[in-house]
């Protein structure tokens, strides 16, 4: 018989042979010992097609993401966008029973709107790089923070900026609660260079074109700062539900204007056109929201999703957006509806167009630009995914917006100027969006 | 059997729990509460694959794998991979062993049956049996492993009457391929959170549960079945138990253990009553265990010698 003694020889050699067959009969399968040098990167890449009715903007934006994951909560994210937008938008501008010609931007040259239609400004074109880089980590067990720079650059923008956030958590990490402050440096250099505001548009054809356009402008470059701060609380409530509430305040100083929109001048409000006069918004804005969100988790593993955000600010706006999505699973695809609610109010300086008399009060900030406007609009849409496994996701979103105006100014008090609805331009776009994570 | 799945919040972590192989299975995910979602999703990969081993290998199934194995007795069969991969495993073992380890002695259970009670076998019986057991009486030849260590399958030929036994490295595997495949499935995000997957006290695990503190586990004592006798701390690796708790033969005062020497057909003489070990792979910590049993007094030494962390709970 042998002895146990043939047993024990083998004690110290089987270390080494025991991780050798350890491995083989796991062949392929990511173990313990490997499980720190598996690949830590998520990737997520997306492309997203904008398109607005009537042959507006189009935009394609490319956006592509990197996580290096150190831990759950230690991570350095980079994203790289890349926009490209053509097309035609809105110059602010009423739309006229004649043609209208109207300077471009740059001052060489000009473009004419047809009687009836809406003035656009085709020139719009540009191409937007966006870069960002965000690292996140804990602090100890109670505290988390994160802080991150973005740059970005298109043809007549420059934004540079920076973001921290602190958080604490709470209640066995039930409760986090959040202060968050970003900083956004951006210089403007517009085509054909800063328009004075509420100048004259030069006149196309004009003996006195260009000493008329020199006189409208008011150097090369201008400059904006957007300071952030968003306090905000997140609650778990249960196993399946949590909510989250957000109050953000955002100052905006600098040169807020839009350098390419316009404003029409009319001698009496209906009368006949004057002019144009490039817009002028005021120097700094200060913007407040309140912001809720509701999430809960379904027993087959269904998403309930609704949020509500009301924003008020110093240039006269309010606004209210209504959102819900359902996420509804189904093995490996999910299928999300989603309706969005949006209304807001014009800001105090908006009209649709100006009358010679209001401008003769020598108006501190007048804009036509639509979007400052009053409107509703809403969005629907719906989105895919299929999940190979828990990191890998194919997904693609539909999405329709319409935007509608609201008669202005129906008062028709002397400081007004009465515009109906359907002067005013409304806009539908459709978007779609084909994305994965890997 | 009933298959079914519960998944319950433990304070710092999901528990999640299932029936396989006779045994309670655990998977605990380090996860916050809000991944519930992931963490079932896990919790099914994790008991899927438990239960796919259990149906492959069973041997109290006519309608598998193992059972097809066994049909055609004296013939050379191709095996798939995986069931390669556990045979070369089963071959060194019983290499390393010297032939103790051996997945073909489970027909020695015809005769040992470990109820507690004092009804030894006949020598007689027992000495029937051993010519049917053996594994050098298999013809196992595996492919060549590929560039990376990849086995594509093998031929096998099972003499007639003989029979293997996955059961020795069933649950440890299951355990270790629970893990991996868990380990495959989450976003690299949670990846270092930690998952133990228990399969009646063969664990994997992954890393530690949330804060850094090791998961704590408790090896039942031999003699007070449910009562832990070792509190265990195990922060990442294998760890798995092989011993006689509820499995052995008193007579004349005298212990049997469960663990069959093949060589003799009889239980192996003054091996401790269990052995835990820790190593980095659940199968690993199984075989080193059981090789520990299989050296009977020696299995302290042996153990030392491993270089492992080791439990012994003495006879």
């Known amino acids: ?120 400004d085709d020139t719009f074109r540009d191409t937007r790089y966006t870069g960002n880089i965000q690292w996140s980590a804990p602090l100890g067990r109670d505290w988390s923070y994160s802080g991150g720079v973005h740059y970005s650059t298109e043809h007549d923008y420059e934004s540079r900026g920076g973001n921290a956030s602190l958080s604490r958590y709470f209640n066995n ?60 609380v997140t609650q778990i409530i249960n196993r399946r539900s949590l909510m989250q509430f957000n109050y953000s305040l955002s100052y905006n100083n600098g040169y807020l204007t839009d350098p390419y929109k316009i404003v029409s001048v009319y001698d009496t409000a209906g009368g006949t056109l004057q002019g144009y006069r490039y817009e002028q918004r005021p120097d700094s804005r200060l913007k407040q ?122 008062d028709n008090s002397s400081d007004t100027t009465p515009a109906d609805a359907g002067d005013l331009p409304e806009m539908t776009a459709v978007m779609l969006t084909i994305g994965g994570r890997f | 059997m009933q298959r079914s799945l519960r998944l319950d919040w433990q304070g710092d972590a999901w528990l999640g729990r299932f029936d396989a192989m006779a045994s309670p299975c655990e998977v605990l995910l380090a996860l916050p509460q809000t991944q519930r979602e992931l963490a079932r999703r896990l919790l099914k990969v994790a008991a899927d694959e438990v239960w796919r081993i259990e149906q492959r290998y069973s041997r109290y199934r006519t309608d598998n794998l193992f059972a097809a194995l066994h049909a055609q007795p004296g013939q050379s069969q191709r095996v798939d991979a995986e069931t390669a991969r556990l045979l070369n495993f089963a071959e060194q073992a019983w290499r390393l062993s010297d032939g103790r380890f051996d997945l073909t002695s489970g027909l020695l259970r015809q005769v040992w049956k470990f109820d507690g009670s004092d009804r030894l076998p ?46 020795g490295i069933g649950k440890e595997y299951a355990a270790d391929r629970a893990l991996g495949l868990c380990l495959q499935a989450i976003p690299a995000r949670w990846r270092s959170s930690g998952i133990l997957v228990n399969l009646g006290g063969d664990l994997a695990c992954s890393g530690p549960r949330a804060d850094q503190q090791p998961w704590r586990v408790g090896v039942e004592a031999p003699e007070q079945e449910g009562q832990s006798a070792l509190m265990l701390k195990l922060a990442k690796g294998g760890l798995a138990t092989s011993g006689d708790s509820r499995r052995f033969l008193l007579c004349d005062g005298r212990r049997y253990s469960h663990l069959l020497d093949p060589i003799t057909g009889w239980p192996v003489e003054n091996a401790p009553r269990s052995v835990t070990v820790a190593a980095p792979s659940c199968i690993q910590s199984g075989l080193v265990a059981s090789l520990a ?23």
């Open chain 1, 1 to 120: 018989m042998k002895s146990d003694t043939s047993l024990t020889r083998p004690g110290a050699a089987l270390g080494a042979s025991l991780a050798a067959i350890g491995c083989a009969v796991l062949q392929g399968l990511p173990n313990q010992a490997m499980a720190g040098e598996l690949e830590n990167w998520d990737f997520d890449a997306a492309v997203l097609q904008y398109t607005e009715s009537n042959d507006r903007v189009e935009a394609t934006e490319a956006v592509l993401g990197a996580t290096r994951n150190f831990d759950s909560e230690t991570s350095l994210n980079f994203k790289l966008t890349l926009d490209t937008l053509t097309g035609a938008s809105p110059n602010g501008a009423m739309p006229s029973d004649q043609p209208q010609t109207f300077t471009r931007p740059s001052g060489r040259g000009s473009y004419t709107v047809e009687a009836g239609d809406l003035p656009l």
């Open chain 1, 173 to 232: 990490k039930n409760t986090t609660v959040t202060l968050a402050t970003s900083l956004s440096l951006d210089v403007l250099t517009p085509e054909g260079g800063v328009p004075v505001g509420l100048s004259a548009m030069a006149e196309p054809g004009s003996g006195s074109f260009s000493v008329d356009f020199d006189a409208s402008r008011d150097g090369k470059e201008a400059d904006k700062q957007v300071t952030d701060v968003i306090f905000g």
């Open chain 1, 289 to 410: 929201a309140l912001f809720w969100q509701g999430k809960y988790q379904f027993d087959g593993g269904d998403i309930l999703d609704g949020s509500y955000r009301f924003l008020f600010d110093d240039w006269g706006m309010t606004s209210h957006t209504v959102d819900a999505r359902y996420r509804w699973r189904f093995g490996h695809q999910y299928l999300e509806p989603q309706v969005r609610w949006y209304s807001q109010s014009a800001i105090d300086a908006y009209q649709p167009y100006v009358t010679s008399a209001q401008l003769a009060d020598d108006p501190q900030a007048l804009t036509a630009d639509y979007r400052l406007g009053d409107f509703d609009a809403w969005t629907l849409g719906v989105r895919y995914g299929y999940r190979f496994d828990e990191k890998t996701e194919l997904y693609t979103r539909l999405a329709a917006y319409r935007q509608m105006p609201r008669d202005f100014g129906s």
């Open chain 2, 122 to 167: 006949t020598a007689e019986a027992v000495a029937a049996l051993l010519p049917r057991i053996g594994w050098q009486q298999l013809d196992w030849r595996s492919d060549d492993a590929g560039a990376k260590g990849e086995i594509t399958g093998g031929w096998l030929t099972i003499p007639a009457g003989m029979e293997l036994d996955f059961g």
């Open chain 2, 293 to 315: 049993m299989l050296a009977g007094a020696d299995a302290r030494a042996f153990l030392e010698q491993t270089g492992l962390p080791y439990w012994i709970v003495d006879a």
